[in-house]
Structures are given as C-alpha cells and as structure tokens.
C-alpha cells in the first residue's frame, strides 16, 4: 500500500529554487520506482522526472534536464525534487507518483499519485 503526499511548493521568482517532498505513508516505499509529473493551467499532465527504488537511475524529461533533480531517501520514506533556475513555464501543480520502474513512469503510467502541490513562478 502506498499513500503519497507531496509538499513545498509554492510561489519564487524567475531564477530562484524550490525543494518539492513527497512522502509515503506505506510499508513498501523501498519496492517502486518514484516519479515526478506537472500539470500546467490548461494542458495536459506531463512527465518530469523518475528515479529507481534503489536510487541509483534518474530519468529526466528534457524540459526540466539539467535545472531539475530528483533523489529519495528510502529510510524517511521520501522521494524529492530539487528545481532550480525556475522559469515562468515550470508554473503547475506537481505530482508524485509510484510505479514499477522509472521507464514505465517515463510514458506516463504509475500504480499510485498524490494529491499535488503548486508551483508557480513570478517573472
């Protein structure tokens, strides 16, 4: 069972940073791949970023490559996303979800989602 809750965002200036949480309330956070998806006013939900269980692969969209980390910490059950160098085009509500691997959370398809949280960054 996994019950994901993000948190940390929030409203930054263009060029600042933030640090996204998303932590997991169930017994297996160890056992999936994590991932990250954005959803901006109007569009269509897009992935973001996706990490292994074991930490050790990250997959980035190559919108946010390079500007955007992701990294958990399976003890405190949690799974992170660092942005920095925000843009007015990363302004959406962002999604923590759980699924079998990072190349299926890569196409969009995971097993469990969070609620969300807003980002959204000021010129």
């Known amino acids: 069972q996994v019950q994901l809750v993000e948190s940390g965002g929030g409203l930054v200036q263009a060029g600042g940073s933030l640090r996204l949480s998303c932590a997991d309330s169930?017994?297996?956070?160890?056992?999936?791949?994590m991932g990250w998806f954005r959803q901006a006013p109007g569009k269509e939900r897009e992935f973001v970023a996706a990490?292994?269980?074991?930490?050790?692969?990250?997959v980035y969209a190559d919108s946010v490559k390079g500007r955007f980390t992701i990294s958990r910490d399976n003890a405190k059950n949690t799974v992170y996303l660092q942005i920095n160098i925000l843009k007015p085009e990363d302004t959406a509500v962002y999604y923590c979800?759980?699924?079998?691997?990072?190349?299926?959370?890569?196409?969009?398809?995971?097993?469990?989602w969070g609620q969300g949280t807003q980002v959204t960054v000021s010129s």
């Open positions: 169930g017994r297996t956070f160890s056992s999936y791949g």
């Open positions: 979800a759980a699924g079998a691997n990072t190349a299926v959370i890569s196409h969009g398809r995971a097993d469990y």
């Open positions: 990490i292994a269980w074991s930490g050790g692969r990250t």
